[in-house]
């Protein structure tokens, strides 16, 4: 019979805004417990925060496991000792391919303007430079500032990747320094993107 479940349900000034399951178990040789998390659910920043302070707070817990969370979460930052959280990344449970370019750079916010020239072999209708900047997205010709093939676009639309260490390592081309720090800043995310979900 397995172990059971509890629930936890963070509830904020508009309501219920994030969840938590998880089980225990003894740990063999230690007088602690483990408290492992298999599901964590957060709108925001302050749901999620209210989530870890109880998890971390629970009774005769000697470690907290906690499965499929962003890999910059700053839960460390909570602690009085950074070194108490130790972060693995075992699997990768988020992939990206642009396959509308124009309708993907408008479903999002830009931190300044940019011209971008995107070269897509398999679907050569997204090639072309794009614009994009706060006001929008505008398509059509003139000097790039980067030039990417789609899937490094891709790499840079999650937020996770800077323009400079792609072109670091040969994947991006900048027409000069000031158009990569350009990049840097029109891609920049507050929260890079992450799923939670395994498949």
Same mark, same amino acid.
């Given at each position: 019979?397995? =172990? ?20 225990? +178990? ?14 964590? #659910? ?44 130790? +972060? /693995? #990344? ?12 124009? /309708?993907?750079? =408008?479903?999002? +916010?830009?931190?300044?303007?940019? +011209?971008?020239? #995107? ?5 050569? %209708? ?41 072109? %670091?390592?040969? /994947? ?9 720090? /350009? ?12 799923? %939670?979900?395994?498949?």
């Amino acid at each position: 019979m397995g =172990r059971p479940l509890r629930a936890i349900v963070h509830t904020g000034p508009d309501g219920d805004d994030g969840a938590a399951l998880f089980m225990t +178990s003894r740990t063999p040789g230690s007088f602690g417990a483990r408290l492992e998390v298999v599901d964590f #659910v957060a709108a925001d920043a302050g749901a999620a925060i209210g989530l870890w302070r109880f998890l971390l707070s629970v009774d005769l817990v000697e470690e907290v496991l906690v499965f499929a969370r962003p890999t910059d979460e700053l839960v460390a930052d909570m602690f009085l000792d950074p070194r108490a959280v130790t +972060s /693995r #990344v075992s699997a990768n449970d988020l992939w990206l391919r642009l396959v509308d370019v124009e /309708r993907a750079l =408008r479903a999002r +916010s830009w931190a300044g303007p940019l +011209s971008i020239e #995107v070269r897509d072999a398999f679907l050569p %209708g997204n090639s072309g430079v794009y614009r994009v900047s706060e006001s929008g997205v505008e398509r059509g010709g003139g000097a790039a500032d980067i030039v990417v093939d789609v899937d490094v676009l891709s790499q840079l639309y999650l937020g996770t990747t800077s323009a400079t260490s792609l072109a %670091g390592v040969g /994947r991006l081309t900048a027409a000069s320094p000031a158009a990569l720090a /350009r990049a840097d800043a029109a891609f920049a995310l507050i929260e890079t993107a992450y799923s %939670g979900t395994s498949f």
